[in-house]
């Protein structure tokens, strides 16, 4: 055989090879096209099983919440004015004080005989005095006399006094009634003035400090009720009143300061602790809830799934899906406010949707619900 006809088998066994190749990859296209489609008719068509929910409405409070901290209404920490030695201390760390009470007395070294020797010096001021006052009234010593006699006596009880505030000086009392913290000092150490000794607080009332957005200010007044939760406290709801309002408006969070005064009658709560604060800022209004289980959150907006009455095609009684977009409004524990899209009566998938698309038959099965619960109170694990 010539090479011109070995080269021309060569090109068709070649072209035999790539047309077997396109007719494989062109026969399992249509073959895989085919199964997928028949897949998803078959999944379309099958029935899903849901759960659901009778839309209602429901009492809802308008409420804003916000994150706060506990202040006390007096807190100091304690120190001496004047430097000294620790002479004695008399009291314990964490102990209840009363207004007064003496916490802590620095070494008086000579002050008291200084203060002696100020007061026989008033002492004997007063008895010149009251001699020359005497003798005065019979013309035996001169007017000028007496007024010099009378302001040494005024100057021996002004040095008198100053003796006695700078003794004082050396002794710690406690402000006001409250609780101490934890002791910073040792007996016989010397303190430099301002040294802190130990913190005193009043732990009854307490203030609750928090910020709410510009938006709320209108619906803000001294008096309004607050519920303050702490994290030490799980489950317990503390009313408090606010009892002040922010003259302005913080520029960077534009958000204002309030502050509201809470009760503390146990002591059991402390200044520092982390609150969480809602605010009822309007009277209750019927609005239609659902779990937030219900809602399937999409960018292009939010959607629910309803369940449809009607007849297959043998006529008997059949349900479907129907996919709808609402509008939401706050939200209070495991239920969101829908404002738009649902009505009251009209029954809501809670569970299941994900496999759902408009016109799903579905079946409805509400042995297990989702929580809906308006204030949920999860175990704290």
Same mark, same amino acid.
């Given at each position: ?39 998803? /008719?078959?999944? $379309? ?5 849901? $759960? ?13 919440? #916000?994150?706060? !901290? &506990? ?35 620095? @070494? ?8 002696? %020797?100020?007061?026989?010096?008033? @002492? ?25 006699? @009378? ?21 710690? +009392? ?12 040792? &007996?016989?150490?010397?303190? %430099? ?21 510009? %938006? ?22 503390? /009313? ?13 969070? +534009?958000?204002?300061?309030? @502050? ?9 709560? +402390? ?6 604060? #809602? ?14 289980? $219900? ?24 349900? !479907? ?45 509400? #042995? ?14």
């Amino acid at each position: 055989m010539s090479q011109s006809g070995k080269t021309a088998k060569r090109m068709v066994i070649m072209l035999i090879i790539v047309l077997v190749i396109f007719a494989g990859l062109f026969g399992w296209g249509m073959l895989r096209s085919f199964f997928i489609e028949k897949f998803l /008719k078959s999944f $379309a068509n099958q029935v899903q099983t849901v $759960a659901t929910i009778k839309a209602q409405e429901t009492p809802w409070q308008p409420l804003v919440k #916000s994150v706060g !901290s &506990l202040t006390a209404i007096n807190g100091a920490s304690l120190s001496a004015e004047v430097a000294g030695i620790v002479d004695t201390i008399n009291f314990q760390s964490g102990q209840d004080v009363e207004k007064g009470d003496v916490l802590l007395t620095l @070494r008086p070294n000579n002050d008291p005989a200084v203060l002696a %020797q100020l007061e026989a010096q008033a @002492r004997l001021d007063a008895i010149t005095y009251t001699r020359d006052q005497k003798q005065f009234a019979v013309d035996a010593v001169s007017k000028a006399q007496l007024d010099t006699d @009378r302001a040494n006596l005024d100057a021996a009880n002004a040095q008198v006094a100053a003796q006695k505030a700078l003794m004082a000086e050396k002794v710690v +009392r406690a402000p006001f009634s409250g609780r101490l913290g934890i002791r910073q000092v040792d &007996l016989g150490e010397y303190l %430099q003035p301002g040294t802190a000794i130990v913190t005193l607080e009043q732990l009854d009332p307490l203030f609750v400090d928090f910020y709410l957005p510009q %938006q709320e200010v209108a619906r803000l007044h001294v008096g309004q009720v607050v519920d303050v939760g702490v994290d030490a406290d799980p489950g317990q709801i503390y /009313k408090a009143k606010i009892t002040a309002i922010g003259a302005t408006v913080d520029s960077s969070t +534009r958000s204002i300061a309030v @502050r509201a005064i809470l009760h503390n009658p146990s002591l059991q709560l +402390r200044p520092g602790m982390f609150t969480t604060v #809602s605010v009822e800022t309007g009277a209750p209004q019927e609005a239609v809830t659902l779990p937030q289980t $219900a809602i399937s959150y999409n960018s292009y907006g939010d959607t629910v799934y309803l369940v449809m009455h009607g007849k297959d095609a043998e006529g008997h009684e059949a349900l !479907s899906a129907k996919q709808v977009f609402v509008t939401l409004g706050a939200t209070r524990g495991d239920q969101v406010q829908v404002l738009t899209g649902v009505k009251p009566g009209e029954e809501v998938v809670t569970a299941g949707q994900v496999k759902l698309h408009n016109g799903s038959p579905v079946a409805v099965n509400n #042995s297990i619900q989702p929580s809906n619960n308006p204030n949920p109170n999860p175990p704290n694990e």
